[in-house]
T-cell receptor, first 113, second 117 residues
Framework: EAQVTQNPRYLITVTGKKLTVTCSQN?????MSWYRQDPGLGLRQIYY???????DKGDVPEGYKVSRKEKRNFPLILESPSPNQTSLYFC????????????FGPGTRLLVL | AQTVTQSQPEMSVQEAETVTLSCTYD???????LFWYKQPPSRQMILVIR??????QNATENRFSVNFQKAAKSFSLKISDSQLGDAAMYFC??????????????FGQGTILTVHP
């Protein structure tokens, strides 16, 4: 089944403890992206990747890191999480460019205490 | 920077009736794409409809259609014959067709749609 998977789906952590949210797609898509969703703010793009080894900042990249070493995986890294990073996170992919339909993962609910 | 505004935090409609969700955007570009995404209570994001700015014709997908007014920078979504399954959060989104911010997707704040039986 064609899909985007994220792990973990739920995570409670404490301030300063490094964490990684994994994202993987099995559709051989070129483009991948991370978003955070907060009430009243909609979705905001954190980072995106047009292809392997090519990443760029979205609108809210502070406090996050990404890497794209292989086409299928695009992990989101929080080196030192803070409570303001408590949010719902989505990973998405599309075949060649973001102008095409994006396929979203199921979301990761993160709580930073 | 591009901005997308959804001025209706909540909307409601009776089953079988028609509802229109509003979206405005701000850009200096002439070539771009606009989207409506649906997020039901399951939180799964689903593409509803997509519009290419250089196409004059409004996009339609079954009961969903848009009113794209390029000069006014307006992109509203009309849902006809509303069904209970249409109840969801709806997001409008914008992306440039090219240029330095080609990969950046900007979403609006969302509109919660309630459908009454």
């Amino acid at each position: 089944e064609a899909q985007v998977t994220q792990n973990p789906r739920y995570l409670i952590t404490v301030t300063g403890k490094k964490l990684t949210v994994t994202c993987s797609q099995n559709m051989n898509h070129e483009y991948m992206s991370w978003y955070r969703q907060d009430p009243g703010l909609g979705l905001r793009q954190i980072y995106y990747s047009m292809n392997v080894e090519v990443t760029d900042k979205g609108d809210v990249p502070e406090g996050y890191k990404v890497s794209r070493k292989e086409k299928r995986n695009f992990p989101l890294i929080l080196e030192s999480p803070s409570p303001n990073q408590t949010s719902l996170y989505f990973c998405a992919s599309s075949p060649y460019a973001v102008r095409e339909t994006q396929y979203f993962g199921p979301g990761t609910r993160l709580l930073v205490l | 920077a591009q901005t997308v505004t959804q001025s209706q935090p909540e909307m409601s409609v009776q089953e079988a009736e028609t509802v229109t969700l509003s979206c405005t955007y701000d850009t200096s570009e002439s070539d771009y794409y606009l989207f409506w995404y649906k997020q039901p209570p399951s939180r799964q994001m689903i593409l509803v409809i997509r519009q290419e700015a250089y196409k004059q014709q409004n996009a339609t997908e079954n009961r969903f259609s848009v009113n794209f007014q390029k000069a006014a920078k307006s992109f509203s979504l009309k849902i006809s014959d509303s069904q209970l399954g249409d109840a969801a959060m709806y997001f409008c989104a914008y992306v440039n067709a090219g240029g330095t911010s080609y990969g950046k997707l900007t979403f609006g704040q969302g509109t919660i749609l309630t459908v009454h039986p």
